[in-house]
Antibody
């Protein structure tokens, strides 16, 4: 059974930092791209970042570029999101999602974790 | 990276059909056959319902179907059931490994 379990969310002050983790199981993690997607309270889904299966390529939404860094440790089956210079508008539930596990090919978010809430407030 | 445009709401009676549109540009929806649709119940994580415009992942009922014409993609739910009441989001690849979601549509089963 595929499982994605996020952790690391919490309350942080504006300008602060937080690192989210997403532990994967039930599939060969090192073969698949991974994404982070966020959802502000009462709002829609917003794609945040993607990382290639071997970590060699990463991309970001303009809203987080230069502040967030996605990385992965294939030995630990874990993807990370380092978030720096956090702003109130970064407040959201952050989901990790796999790409290509359930559906052959790429550019789909096929399995999702339960999400972890990040609140940026003083 | 502007969000794709979806109607805020849609509704239908049990057994009826409802179609949700997702309008983008030639740089996203119109440029690639990588449009996917997600169902999200309150307080839950999204679930992939349609991939690559019209492909149904294993386990998704065949009541769900997808299509695309030009810069607009559509999701149709036929034979509406109570459990279909949820928020639905489209997503599209936008080139250079960038992705964009739609604004979301709340489907109500009357």
């Amino acid at each position: 059974e595929v499982q994605l379990v996020e952790s690391g969310g919490g309350l942080v002050q504006p300008g602060g930092s937080l690192r989210l983790s997403c532990a994967a199981s039930g599939f060969t993690f090192s073969r698949y791209w991974m994404h982070w997607v966020r959802q502000a309270p009462g709002e829609g889904l917003v794609w945040v970042s993607r990382i290639h299966d071997d970590g060699s390529s990463t991309t970001y939404a303009d809203s987080v570029k230069g502040r967030f860094t996605i990385s992965r440790d294939n030995a630990k089956n874990t993807v990370y999101l380092q978030m720096n210079d956090l702003r109130a508008e970064d407040t959201a539930v952050y989901y990790c999602a796999s790409d290509g596990v359930a559906v052959p090919g790429t550019n789909n978010f096929d399995y999702w974790g339960q999400g972890t809430l990040v609140t940026v407030s003083s | 990276q502007s969000a794709l445009t979806q109607p805020p709401s849609a509704s239908g009676s049990p057994g009826q059909s409802v179609t949700i549109s997702c309008t983008g540009t030639s740089s996203d929806v119109g440029g690639y056959n990588f449009v996917s649709w997600y169902q999200q119940h309150p307080g839950k994580a999204p679930k992939l319902m349609i991939s690559e415009v019209s492909k149904r992942p294993s386990g998704v009922p065949d009541r769900f179907s997808g299509s695309k014409s030009g810069n607009t993609a559509s999701l149709t739910v036929s034979g509406l059931q109570a459990e279909d009441e949820a928020d639905y989001y489209c997503s599209s690849y936008a080139g250079s490994y960038i992705y964009v979601f739609g604004t979301g549509t709340k489907v109500t089963v009357l």
